[in-house]
Structures are given as structure tokens and as C-alpha cells.
């Protein structure tokens, strides 16, 4: 294995253990989203171990808010607001306090994609 590739994959290991510390702080407050971030926690692990893939699969918090969206792809009304209404807060936070018309506009667009990807890519079960 080339050194380039142990970095490459160091770094994705870095990156996924502080996207899993990120995700389990939002576990607990309610401003942070935890699903976002642990799902790029499992594509960051699976670039950069399968041994840390596995382990973080094996994982309650990976069973309690992701396996059922990886398995169906799909999520329940509540589960989607849950997500979506505390980073849509935070991000209109954001839009009130930027001077920028350019930000302001990235922002406005990012929510709207957001909102559109939820209701017309991931399916809504009961």
C-alpha cells in the first residue's frame, strides 16, 4: 500500500470517529442533527477500514438511527422533521446574521434542496 493511501485512509478514519462524536452530541441536544452525520461517519469508515466499518455497524447508536434508513430508505414524518426543522433553524440563523446577498442566497438554495431531497428521494412511512 502506497503511503498516499494509508493518509487517504487515515484521514477518512479521522474524519468519520469526529463526524461519530458530532452525531452522538446531537443524540443528546436537540439543536444538533445526529442522522446526517452519522451517515457520513458510515461512508467515511467504509473508506477507511472495514474493520472500523463493521464495528461501527455493530454500534447501538448506528441500530437506534440509521439501520432502518440504510436497510428500507425510507424515514417517518417525525424522524424527517427531526432532522430537518433544527438545521433548518439553524441555518435561517445564520441567514438574518450574514451581510452577504451571495451567502444569503447559497443558503436559501441549500435549504430548498434539502427540503426537496427529504420528501421527493427518501420515502415517508408510517
Known sequence: MKLSN???????????F????????????????????????VVL??????????WFMS????KKHLEEFVRTKSMTLKKK????LPVSALMLLVFFTVP?????IAIIVAIILKYY???FHIRTIK
Not at 6 to 16: E, G, P, Q, S, T
Not at 45 to 54: N, Y
Not at 59 to 62: M, P
Open 100 to 104: 452577504s446577498s451571495h451567502a444569503k
Open 45 to 54: 469508515f467504509e473508506r477507511g477500514s472495514d474493520r472500523f466499518h463493521k
Open 6 to 16: 494509508k493518509i487517504k485512509k487515515l484521514v477518512y478514519l479521522v474524519l468519520a
Open 59 to 62: 454500534t447501538s447508536l448506528y
Open 81 to 84: 422533521l427531526t432532522i430537518l
Open 117 to 119: 431531497y427529504f420528501f
Open 18 to 41: 469526529i463526524c461519530v462524536g458530532i452525531g452522538a452530541i446531537g443524540a443528546v441536544l436537540p439543536v444538533l442533527p445526529t442522522t446526517p452525520f452519522l451517515l457520513l461517519a
